[in-house]
């Protein structure tokens, strides 16, 4: 007779690390949108850039998952699709037309802030200090990485900015709320949202800026980039993460999103960051690495 041994189980510490790994890699990889955008694409077509990023990404994860949405989910995804995808992509260029870089990315980096209060208004939660202050924390490392003395307050832009870290902060905790339907893969989920915010996306892109007159093979892969590796793949993993992950400890994985971005722009422009920026570097990672933690008293939810 003989006997089989099952493989161990990972514990649930491992699990969750390979779990919030996974998940950084996605604002990560968001954070080469600005480089890929500036250098690739065709310029003055923000929109175009966003429709193309969301709505042929939805689309192959549709074909992927072959489901499409039933009953309440209909309405579900496109509110999800909207606020995630349709909403703030079109903020997100608008306060990077109108502010600096710096200016942009530090109010993207208010969202961990926003999540922490909508957790408790959305779901119910107890206020997370912990998180909260991780999340400040968070805010002060990104500026001192990205503002300048050039630093402007264009007040549309600062309305854009806020919004825009709003909506999505919004659609990330009605994911948590309304979690997935059972059955339904992870790409079938970011599938349905993005191809929700595509065609929410699609009237006002045609009717605002049109098609791009030229398309240079250069412009091709940035779209590619974008949509595959930025869109499909990126938001697979967000969404997983945000079905396994406590929603506040997600959130602060965003900044990473503004960190790439201005490492990637220090690499590329040969600029020299200075001691104050690596000083930022390291306490906005801290605020990212500590937010992963349970809170140290009792009580407090992780």
Not at 35 to 54: G, I
Request: with cysteine; hydrophobic share 55%; proline share 8%.
């Amino acid at each position: 007779m003989t006997s089989t041994i099952s493989p161990p189980h990972p514990s649930p510490t491992r699990s969750r690390l390979g779990a919030t790994l996974a998940t950084a890699l996605a604002p990560a990889v968001w954070g080469t949108t600005y480089l890929v955008t500036t250098a690739f694409l065709p310029a003055d077509h923000p929109l175009f850039a966003a429709l193309m990023r969301s709505l042929p990404a939805g689309l192959i994860g549709l074909l992927i998952a072959r489901r499409l949405p039933q009953g309440s989910w209909w309405w579900k995804a496109l509110v999800l699709g909207t606020l995630n995808i349709g909403v703030f992509f079109p903020l997100l260029f608008v306060a990077a037309g109108r502010l600096p870089g710096g200016v942009a990315a530090t109010l993207g980096a208010t969202q961990p802030i926003l999540v922490t209060v909508l957790a408790v208004v959305i779901l119910g939660e107890r206020l997370s200090r912990w998180r909260l202050a991780w999340g400040i924390v968070g805010v002060i490392g990104v500026g001192m990485v990205v503002l300048g003395p050039g630093a402007g307050f264009d007040p549309i832009g600062l309305l854009a900015g806020i919004g825009g870290a709003a909506s999505m902060g919004v659609g990330v905790v009605l994911v948590k709320r309304w979690g997935r339907p059972p059955g339904l893969s992870a790409v079938g989920f970011a599938g349905w949202q993005l191809t929700a915010g595509g065609l929410v996306l699609l009237v006002p892109t045609l009717a605002v800026e049109g098609v791009p007159e030229r398309i240079d093979a250069a412009g091709v892969a940035g779209y590619l980039w974008l949509g595959i590796v930025g869109g499909i793949l990126a938001y697979t993993l967000w969404f997983r993460g945000l079905g396994r992950l406590p929603v506040t400890a997600t959130a602060l994985l965003g900044l990473l999103s503004p960190l790439v971005a201005a490492g990637l722009g220090a690499l590329f422009a040969g600029e020299r960051l200075t001691l104050l920026q690596i000083a930022g570097f390291g306490l906005a990672l801290a605020a990212l690495a500590c937010g992963q933690l349970a809170p140290p008293r009792r009580g407090q939810p992780t």
